[in-house]
């Protein structure tokens, strides 16, 4: 019997995806690519935007063309958020809501009339999850799920679930099985990643530790932290010498403190710049590589008028970071940004986009300009492209060489050009 696994959205879906997989293998399913007609099809669905929800059914849709006596199964956000409307999808054979994840495969396995594994008690907790890169050099591990800030424009808390966490020792043991297949870096995701503890009592600082000594692994990252939850005693410690890399993901959405307050984030922009100027004092220094921060900003938020786009734009120009990840607002039936006055025009959000997007081309540019001449080390990739492979610097910086299979999984010294 035959399988295709599809997935729409964020790094927890692809990890948990890849988890899905390894089950379904191990019970003996031959997973194929979605184009080859399979017996089975699993769609991992996603629904942080409107057009996120709109992709997800569409490609239910398709997958049922494909081979309309196919079992469709749909899990992830779309599923949770509209459950009602995706089991009505012609095809569609069993929806999981954010809660069934850990009986996924069992379930489908007996729909499937194939002998099932136990469940799992802690599936209905936080379901453990990681994957890894086709590349086998990085992997994504999931180590929280959920999110109890209800910021006003936000699903992630109804689709997902409050923020709950995998005890620190089940970390270690997936971080231990990623490393058993020669994966040698590790990103850890989560929903809200810096409230690690909430459910079990235990620390991020404690899982950071924990997963620094785990053999094998040579470089960590952290997908995504919340400025407020990123403290000086983790800057402290990563800056001590650790597998951590200089590199951070930090959401800021808006660098309006109006916005700010109005959409409930739980910081200003006073506590956001000096978090960035605090990490840059402790772990940046002559003749070393700068930290590379990532940032989220969301673009048409209500009542963000041309004046305090403006205050965002420059206050990102202040703080200079390397990369920012920039989106326009969704209106989100059932969240209280979609009823607020001030409702931005799309065409005005697309500017505004464009605007940030020629911004992050130059600060990333101007960030590359300043660790030219800078020691490194490069986790290469096996990516292929015209002759070329690629891989990263530990601040994250993307170098090119000609391609050497040798080097595919290797740390290599370099001198960023």
Known sequence: M??????????????????????????????????????????????????????????????HRVNPAARIIVV????????????????????FGAAEKGRVVEETLRLLGLPAPSPRTSSDACFPAYSAAESRT???LKVQDGCNNYCKYCTVPYARGE???????????????????????????GVNTGDFGRSTGESFLDLLKALNGVDG???????????????????????????????FHIPLQTGSDELLERMGRRYDTALFADRIAMIRSKMERPGAPKVFFGIDVMVGLPG???????????FIERIRPAFIHVFPYSRRPGTPAATMPGQVEESVKKHRVAVLEELCRSLHDDFRAQNRGIRERVLFESTLRGGMMEGYTGNYIRITRPYDPALIGTLVDIEID
């Open 2 to 63: 035959t399988i295709a696994l599809l997935t729409l959205g964020c790094k927890l879906n692809f990890a948990e995806t890849a988890t899905y997989e390894r089950g379904f293998l191990a019970a003996g399913l031959k997973v194929v690519p979605w184009s080859e007609a399979a017996d089975v099809y699993l769609v991992n669905t996603c629904s942080v935007t409107a057009t996120s929800d709109s992709k997800s059914r569409n490609l239910i849709r398709k997958v």
């Open 76 to 95: 992830g956000c779309s599923a949770e958020l509209r459950r009602r409307e995706i089991e009505q999808i012609e095809g569609v054979s069993r929806v």
């Open 138 to 140: 990085r992997a994504f």
């Open 163 to 189: 923020s709950r966490n995998l005890p620190i020792a089940e970390c270690v043991r997936n971080a231990e099985r990623i490393a058993a297949e020669g994966v040698r870096e590790i990103v850890l995701t």
């Open 217 to 247: 692994i040579e470089r960590y990252r952290i997908s995504s932290i919340e400025p407020n939850l990123l403290t000086e005693e983790i800057v402290d410690w990563i800056a001590g010498g650790t597998k951590f890399q200089p590199h």
């Open 304 to 314: 963000e008028t041309d004046a305090l786009f403006k205050q965002t734009f420059r």
